[in-house]
T-cell receptor, first 112, second 114 residues
Framework: GQSLEQPSEVTAVEGAIVQINCTYQTSGFYGLSWYQQHDGGAPTFLSYNALDGLEETGRFSSFLSRSDSYGYLLLQELQMKDSASYFCAVKSARGSARQLTFGSGTQLTVLP | KAGVTQTPRYLIKTRGQQVTLSCSPISGHRSVSWYQQTPGQGLQFLFEYFSETQRNKGNFPGRFSGRQFSNSRSEMNVSTLELGDSALYLC?????????????FGQGTRLTVV
């Protein structure tokens, strides 16, 4: 089966940097995605890593190490609006289909 | 370009009833996936439809079923509702190709079973 582990909660102050880790176990691994979900909102796509290394998109960066089955989301210059839940998700192969399996989410609280 | 539309947004049902939820994907997207979200459980994959065929299925009982129409709209049905079925049901649409990396979610249908 597939499983993902990520911390349930993280707290940081405005302007700081925070890293949310994700470890996974899966077969047929294709890539690791990150989604953000504000309370009452829909999950929105942040990033996708298929290859090892760092992908940067503005204040957000995502890292993947396939050999370690590990990735992280790095959020810099934190703002209050970054308070949300962050989910890592593994894209894996199941026959001809591709499936997204999500972690349980990390609730990020940004304090003033 | 319109986003993913889910109807209804809120629903209250009693145990034993059945319910049908609807999802209209982004125009041109052929894949629709359904997820159940409960507090602390993340998003649990229900099933995925692509070109009217169920391509993938999660570990949910047979009471949960779905279908997809020729216009890519999808419906999800839950029969014989149980209290534990209370959750936010999300659908996500994507192009569906193997190289596709991004899924677009609707606002969800919040189902309460009483």
């Amino acid at each position: 089966g597939q499983s993902l582990e990520q911390p349930s909660e993280v707290t940081a102050v405005e302007g700081a940097i925070v890293q949310i880790n994700c470890t996974y176990q899966t077969s047929g691994f294709y890539g690791l995605s990150w989604y953000q979900q504000h309370d009452g909102g829909a999950p929105t796509f942040l990033s996708y890593n298929a290859l090892d290394g760092l992908e940067e998109t503005g204040r957000f960066s995502s890292f993947l190490s396939r050999s370690d089955s590990y990735g992280y989301l790095l959020l810099q210059e934190l703002q209050m609006k970054d308070s949300a839940s962050y989910f890592c998700a593994v894209k894996s192969a199941r026959g001809s289909a591709r499936q997204l399996t999500f972690g349980s989410g990390t609730q990020l609280t940004v304090l003033p | 370009k319109a986003g993913v539309t889910q109807t209804p947004r809120y629903l209250i049902k009693t145990r034993g009833q059945q319910v049908t939820l609807s999802c209209s994907p982004i125009s041109g997207h052929r894949s629709v996936s359904w997820y159940q979200q409960t507090p602390g459980q993340g998003l649990q994959f229900l099933f995925e439809y692509f070109s009217e065929t169920q391509r993938n299925k999660g570990n949910f009982p047979g009471r949960f079923s779905g279908r997809q129409f020729s216009n890519s709209r999808s419906e999800m049905n839950v029969s014989t509702l149980e209290l534990g079925d209370s959750a936010l049901y999300l659908c996500a649409s994507s192009l569906g190709g193997q190289s596709n990396t991004e899924a677009f979610f609707g606002q969800g249908t919040r189902l309460t079973v009483v």
